[in-house]
């Protein structure tokens, strides 16, 4: 296992921030960029074989199973539903109607759901909830959308429901399946912990991660495998809010790139990301898991490897690089690229 002492020696610093004249705090980070044609690296700042969980960034990993065993034409599910089972959604008004509605069209209900009640994660949203006297329920909970996914391929399986968070559940041994064939990792390179929602989650080398993010960029269009992929990327293209919620950057970059470049944020300052008119597949770990970190990062890293146009620049660069506030809501900082 990689020393924490390496780990942070090797990052590169990515972005920064200020208060009034002063740097008041420096964020690093390990990136790499892989090709999808022909799986060489074309860009990596740290260490690219950090071994990293992506957390909430394998989403569109684990949303693979729904459309490529038929689950979600079976059920007639909407790009929207694809979307948000691929989102670590703010649990704002429209993502709860969405899942809710789902989970009755197959059956199921929020009891089945094992990722935990939780308070939406948009402020806004949050209040509403608490202000109305009702209570955190595990609809509001970010990963809802996914649980629903993996609720949906087991009635099309004809798999049990219960227990589907269990590592040995069928539901969990093909996601770690496609994961083994997407990354290319040795299964010796994968080892697995328990996510904030209760699902098994990975650590493996990020420049493995990225290459399975790369084959989304680069898919068979030939093979169930390679449509699957390129509709699921349609899918957040079509709607992106779905994906995360008001005002988050990774929403504000599908919407501006029309889905060029589709982003899934994860817990802890990991991003995976999928540059499709490069055919691109990047992973983004900083050592700081500040939300607004990570994004001011992910954009950090765009604009270096030059993928975003002027016109996306201007707009996207607001969204990524936030100001910094005080208490009384006034601006006393801003977050800069290196």
Same mark, same amino acid.
Request: proline share 5%; aromatic share 6%.
């Given at each position: ?71 979600? $034409? ?8 694809? $979307? ?47 202000? $109305? ?53 040795a299964e010796a390179d994968i080892k697995w912990g328990v996510d904030g929602c209760a699902l ?49 950057? $990774? ?88």
């Amino acid at each position: 296992m990689i020393s924490a002492a390496h780990w942070f020696q090797k990052a590169e610093p990515l972005v920064y921030a200020t208060r009034a004249d002063g740097i008041e705090t420096v964020q690093g980070g390990h990136f790499v960029v892989v090709d999808g044609e022909n799986g060489a690296v074309v860009a990596q700042a740290g260490v690219p074989d950090l071994p990293a969980f992506p957390r909430s960034s394998a989403k569109l990993i684990q949303g693979l199973p729904l459309v490529e065993s038929g689950a979600a $034409s079976a059920y007639d599910l909407s790009a929207a539903h694809l $979307s948000v089972a691929c989102a670590s959604h703010f649990g704002e008004q429209g993502h709860v109607d969405l899942v809710r509605s789902w989970l009755e069209h197959i059956g199921c209900t929020a009891d089945d759901l094992v990722c935990g009640a939780d308070w939406p994660m948009y402020p806004e949203a949050r209040v509403e909830v608490i202000s $109305s006297g009702a209570t955190r329920t595990s609809l509001h909970h970010n990963c809802s959308g996914k649980h629903s996914g993996f609720l949906t391929v087991c009635r099309h399986e004809g798999w049990a429901v219960a227990g589907y968070d269990d590592p040995d559940h069928p539901a969990q041994k093909r996601y770690a399946s496609n994961l083994l064939a997407l990354s290319g990792a040795a299964e010796a390179d994968i080892k697995w912990g328990v996510d904030g929602c209760a699902l098994p989650t990975p650590v493996l080398p990020m420049v493995d991660m990225a290459r399975a993010l790369a084959s989304f960029a680069r898919p068979d269009a030939g093979t169930a495998r390679g449509q699957a992929q390129t509709r699921l990327l349609d899918a957040i293209a079509a709607h992106p809010w779905y994906i995360a919620g008001t005002g988050h950057f $990774s929403v504000a970059l599908a919407r501006e790139t029309k889905g060029r470049i589709i982003a899934k944020m994860g817990a802890d300052g990991y991003y995976a990301t999928v540059i499709r008119d490069k055919g691109w597949g990047m992973t983004l770990k900083m050592l700081d898991g500040i939300s607004d970190v990570q994004d001011a990062a992910l954009f950090a890293v765009l604009d270096r490897l030059g993928v975003l146009s002027d016109d996306e620049r201007a707009i996207l660069e607001p969204v990524a690089l936030k100001p910094i506030h005080n208490s009384r809501g006034a601006v006393v900082g801003q977050r800069h690229v290196i």
